[in-house]
């Protein structure tokens, strides 16, 4: 055994010196390569909370649904329905025909009056905006031609009757601002009968007011009537 052992040693010890020098030994010319590993850079992929069912949520046109009785009819005239509104500042969307033609803000009284217009008498207003009240000229005379609606004009208290279909027209109030349409459905010695759309809520679609009568001239018993047109 005693005769391996000391080849062995010094086998190893010449190994040793031999790298050494090998490994960069200032006395040699021989420099191991300069080794380096390689710059491998990982970057996660950017996930994002978008995948399919995430797309699909975002590309989906989001329509605000009207509350069921809100689009209920509650009442009609002449087969023209009227629908309830909720809360009288409510409204779902401009209502237009296939043509184009604004009817109004549903559902506004508005709404009902001018599409109670277009569906009965197939009548289109030339300016078909405005609020309620801006359906009446102030400017007109009696029984003159309201340009901007086709329709001839009527003040109250004045010397011509109101009759059935014709549009009643309210001003401003100290509660409303913006006046109010109706139709009148029937004309009596006394008292005109209307319907409505939008009067607000506790008050019914259809209602009586008195009329009077004196010298010619017809007055509905109601200071903010300021009159009615006709087709």
Same mark, same amino acid.
Request: aromatic share 14%.
């Given at each position: 055994?005693?005769?391996?052992?000391?080849?062995?040693?010094?086998?190893?010890?010449?190994?040793?010196?031999?790298?050494?020098?090998?490994?960069?030994?200032?006395?040699?010319?021989?420099?191991?390569?300069?080794?380096?590993?390689?710059?491998?850079?990982?970057?996660?992929?950017?996930? @994002?909370?978008?995948?399919?069912?995430?797309? #699909? +949520?975002?590309?989906?046109?989001? /329509?605000? $649904?009207? %509350?069921?009785?809100?689009?209920?009819?509650?009442?009609?005239?002449?087969?023209?329905?009227?629908?309830?509104?909720?809360?009288?500042?409510?409204?779902?969307?401009?209502?237009?025909?296939?043509?184009?033609?604004?009817?109004?803000?549903?559902?506004?009284?508005?709404?009902?009056?001018?599409?109670?217009?277009?569906?009965?008498?197939?009548?289109?207003?030339?300016?078909?905006?405005?609020?309620?009240?801006?359906?009446?000229?102030?400017?007109?005379?009696?029984?003159?031609?309201?340009?901007?609606?086709?329709?001839?004009?009527? @003040?109250?208290?004045?010397?011509?009757?109101? #009759? +059935?279909?014709?549009?009643?027209? /309210?001003? $401003?109030? %100290?509660?409303?601002?913006?006046?109010?349409?109706?139709?009148?459905?029937?004309?009596?010695?006394?008292?005109?009968?209307?319907?409505?759309?939008?009067?607000?809520?506790?008050?019914?679609?259809?209602?009586?007011?008195?009329?009077?009568?004196?010298?010619?001239?017809?007055?509905?018993?109601?200071?903010?009537?300021?009159?009615?047109?006709?087709?």
């Amino acid at each position: 055994m005693k005769n391996y052992i000391l080849p062995f040693l010094l086998t190893i010890s010449i190994l040793g010196v031999a790298l050494y020098y090998l490994m960069g030994s200032p006395d040699i010319g021989i420099k191991m390569p300069d080794w380096k590993l390689p710059d491998w850079k990982f970057e996660m992929p950017d996930w @994002k909370s978008d995948d399919s069912s995430t797309k #699909k +949520k975002k590309n989906k046109k989001s /329509y605000k $649904a009207s %509350p069921p009785a809100t689009a209920s009819v509650v009442d009609e005239f002449n087969g023209v329905k009227v629908y309830y509104n909720g809360q009288v500042g409510n409204v779902y969307g401009r209502n237009t025909t296939a043509d184009g033609y604004n009817l109004g803000l549903r559902y506004q009284c508005v709404e009902f009056a001018k599409r109670y217009y277009y569906e009965y008498f197939d009548h289109k207003m030339p300016n078909s905006y405005g609020h309620a009240k801006d359906f009446f000229d102030r400017s007109l005379n009696d029984g003159a031609y309201n340009k901007a609606r086709d329709l001839k004009q009527y @003040k109250n208290n004045g010397r011509h009757k109101p #009759k +059935k279909n014709d549009l009643l027209v /309210y001003g $401003a109030t %100290p509660y409303n601002g913006f006046g109010h349409l109706a139709i009148i459905t029937n004309v009596n010695q006394n008292s005109i009968g209307i319907i409505q759309q939008n009067p607000g809520l506790g008050n019914p679609t259809r209602e009586t007011i008195p009329m009077s009568t004196s010298n010619g001239r017809f007055k509905i018993e109601y200071q903010y009537i300021l009159g009615w047109l006709r087709k």
